[in-house]
T-cell receptor, first 114, second 112 residues
Framework: DAGITQSPRHKVTETGTPVTLRCHQT?????MYWYRQDPGHGLRLIHY???????DKGEVSDGYSVSRSKTEDFLLTLESATSSQTSVYFC?????????????FGPGTRLLVL | GESVGLHLPTLSVQEGDNSIINCAYS??????FIWYKQESGKGPQFIID?????DKRQGQRVTVLLNKTVKHLSLQIAATQPGDSAVYFC???????????FGTGTRLKVLA
């Protein structure tokens, strides 16, 4: 398995509070991604990074911000959590982001916003 | 817009039988596709991929078929085993970007 860890694995928080999820990789891959997974939807891209300090928005980026100060860490912040952000969040990595190169996924973080 | 979707939310198969899971994609979707397996409580796991210049690709007990005419791909699992029980979904790489589009998934249940 690719060396990807996510923390925390489970979190319960209240509406309006900030939340930060961490993704850590030991593969030295350039590309990192944050997705959310909800019933009835496929995985949806929130943000991705193509290098240290280089990030871009995905299809569902509103209410989320990211930071990547080191190759191995990609942080996802919910600036003011809402109930609609209750979801399972997955981090993924890929070596160079090119076609033909698969993404490897972390174990996920289950977030409940009350 | 771009979309990738799966046909059935649940598929039940007798142990030992072959399973076929389907996926359709839209006009502007990618030229490269991946099938993932996701077990309960875990992240998606790569199974097999296929490029648009191929019609078929085989792995260990799995085969992916791509029909570009009707924009359809399928995952075939031979001699389905209890360990194959999971959600399976396809993903297409959005043309010209690094962004994958994921289908909603089919839950495969293997009956003993």
């Amino acid at each position: 398995d690719a060396g990807i860890t996510q923390s925390p694995r489970h979190k319960v928080t209240e509406t309006g509070t900030p939340v930060t999820l961490r993704c850590h990789q030991t593969e030295n891959h350039r590309y990192m991604y944050w997705y959310r997974q909800d019933p009835g939807h496929g995985l949806r891209l929130i943000h991705y990074s193509y290098g240290v300090k280089d990030t871009d928005k995905g299809e569902v980026s509103d209410g989320y911000s990211v930071s990547r100060s080191k190759t191995e860490d990609f942080l996802l912040t919910l600036e003011s959590a809402t109930s609609s952000q209750t979801s399972v969040y997955f981090c993924a990595i890929s070596e160079s982001g090119r076609e033909g190169e698969t993404q490897y996924f972390g174990p996920g973080t289950r977030l409940l916003v009350l | 817009g771009e979309s990738v979707g799966l046909h059935l939310p649940t598929l039940s198969v007798q142990e030992g039988d072959n399973s076929i899971i389907n996926c359709a994609y839209s006009n502007s979707a990618s030229d490269y596709f991946i099938w993932y397996k996701q077990e309960s409580g875990k992240g998606p796991q790569f199974i097999i991929d296929i490029r648009s210049n191929m019609d078929k690709r085989q792995g260990q007990r799995v085969t992916v078929l791509l029909n570009k005419t009707v924009k359809h791909l399928s995952l075939q699992i031979a001699a389905t085993q209890p360990g194959d029980s999971a959600v399976y979904f396809c993903a297409g790489l959005s043309s010209g970007t690094y962004k994958y589009i994921f289908g909603t998934g089919t839950r495969l249940k293997v009956l003993a």
